[in-house]
């Protein structure tokens, strides 16, 4: 290869990563294409990789592949690390099925919310807005520090880190924190 033609290769390249960077979001450093869904995005996404083995396991991947559209907050590995030693481990244990799915649908949302949405349900309630969840969860979103803040139902709080990753079927927020159902 001439010397003209790797660098014409190299500064394609170059210009094809720069649009891509400007135009497509990366989520851990993947690009996440809106015209994919939420399975096709969260597969490649190297900072969701326990989300995605939860989500196969608890039989959950052709609803989220579905028309939708959702809303998806969805848990880094970092947050399921820290869930308590054993948790993930227990949870994807056959026999602890049904918790998973619990635990996942209240991840989810029968509805597009983008992050503009949400902090304006959040002022037109006051400051605090219930999230209905398809796992029959309520949340409560709030505002702190200028970062959308999910209130689980045990009181533990999630920030959004990452919002609006725009999918074919929905949207994904990036979130710190495993949110909970009540404790049973």
Request: charged share 15%; proline share 5%.
């Amino acid at each position: 290869m001439s010397r003209i033609t790797l660098t014409a290769t190299l500064a394609a390249s170059l210009i094809a990563g720069t649009a891509l960077a400007q135009g497509v979001p990366t989520v851990g450093g993947a690009p996440m294409f809106p015209e994919r869904n939420i399975v096709e995005n969260a597969v490649n996404s190297p900072i969701h990789t326990t989300l995605v083995a939860a989500v196969t396991e608890a039989g959950l991947v052709d609803t989220l592949a579905s028309a939708g559209p959702f809303t998806v907050f969805a848990p880094t590995d970092d947050a399921f690390a820290a869930l308590p030693e054993g948790s993930v481990a227990a949870l994807l244990e056959r026999r602890n099925r049904d918790r998973l799915v619990e635990i996942l649908t209240c991840h989810v949302v029968a509805a597009e919310a983008f992050s503009g949405d949400i902090v304006g349900m959040i002022n037109a309630s006051g400051g605090a807005h219930p999230i209905e969840t398809v796992g029959g969860c309520t949340f409560t979103a709030r505002m702190s520090g200028g970062m959308v803040m999910i209130e689980d139902e045990q009181g533990r709080m999630a920030t959004v880190t990452q919002a609006d990753v725009d999918q074919s079927n929905g949207v994904i927020h990036v979130i710190d924190t495993v949110l909970l159902p009540d404790a049973d």
